[in-house]
């Protein structure tokens, strides 16, 4: 049994709600509906404690939510640390369509923009709490975008201490969250960079060979993109990709995450980076085709 840290500074709630198809311009009802808190670091936590691991997530949270959170990581297995924040949880929506024929799902997701945190002493806060946590884990995992409000160099702050500290780091961030903590000394660069391939292009800008781009990483990087495989560069080897699985899916969302779990799980375990990726394209596989209600 490995131990994790997750810290994901964007808590989200999620609803999920499933239709026919969806008219536009009318009211439409559905019987078919979920809601749950979710987001990366929920859904790598979640991940990651089914597969057996000991897990705690680093999150910040609304007072008024902190009891339910808790609640939810418990009934799902993972340990949650929950820095009291006075800005509101965001809330977005995933519709899943079946179409009439029954043939496919098409999943669409409908992203409200976090919240900036409002608490003078959060961030400060969140690192008493990050430092307290680290000496007991051997990996830690960055993954989705920061709030706004938090230090611009947090990230790459918070990867340095866990290099510091002996353990396995994997980023799955973007923009100056990427590129801050791949500027670091070589020392202190993440173990394990994994963007999917829209996130690169975002913080590199598209007029780059995206392949190019992940072939220069200064670091061992993981690139998904959704039906369409995965890139693998490991520094010093070539450039390697898996395909996806095809398989009849139900719901999309959160199969890049269940890709970290799974893959995270397996390097802890000792497996090499292309054999954790094949555990990584199965895990989102199976996430795809779970039942979402």
């Not at 969806?22 to 019987?31: A, C, F, K, L, Q």
């Not at 640390?81 to 006075?86: F, G, K, M, R, T």
């Not at 961030?173 to 660069?189: H, Y």
Request: hydrophobic content about 40%.
């Amino acid at each position: 049994m490995s131990s994790f840290l997750i810290v994901s500074l964007n808590p989200t709630y999620q609803l999920i709600m499933g239709y026919e198809r969806i008219s536009e311009g009318d009211v439409n009802r559905t019987e078919k509906w979920k809601s749950c808190f979710s987001g990366k670091g929920v859904n790598v936590a979640r991940g990651l404690a089914k597969l057996g691991n000991d897990v705690i997530l680093l999150t910040h949270m609304n007072p008024s939510r902190v009891k339910e959170f808790h609640a939810q990581a418990a009934a799902e297995g993972f340990k949650s640390c929950a820095i009291e924040d006075p800005s509101p949880i965001r809330t977005c929506v995933t519709v899943l369509q079946t179409g009439t024929n029954g043939i496919g799902v098409t999943t669409t997701e409908l992203v409200q923009e976090s919240p900036s945190i409002e608490g003078r002493d959060t961030e400060a806060s969140v690192l008493e709490a990050y430092r307290k946590i680290l000496p007991s884990v051997k990996c830690v995992i960055f993954t989705g975008t920061r709030s706004p409000g938090y230090s611009t160099d947090l990230y790459p702050d918070m990867a340095k201490l866990a290099k510091q500290a002996g353990c396995y780091v994997v980023i799955d961030v973007k923009r100056g969250d990427l590129t801050g903590s791949l500027d670091l000394a070589p020392e202190f660069r993440p173990d394990l960079v994994k963007p999917n391939l829209e996130e690169l292009i975002q913080t590199f800008g598209g007029a780059f060979d995206p392949l190019e781009l992940v072939e220069n990483l200064p670091c061992n990087a993981v690139i998904t993109n959704g039906v369409k495989g995965c890139f693998i560069h490991e520094v010093g080897c070539e450039l390697a990709h898996i395909d996806a699985l095809r398989v009849r899916s139900q719901n999309t969302t959160g199969c890049g995450d269940a890709f970290t779990a799974a893959m995270a799980d397996s390097l802890m375990r000792g497996a090499d980076l292309l054999a954790a990726c094949h555990a990584g394209t199965r895990a989102g596989a199976l996430k795809a085709q779970e039942e979402p209600f």
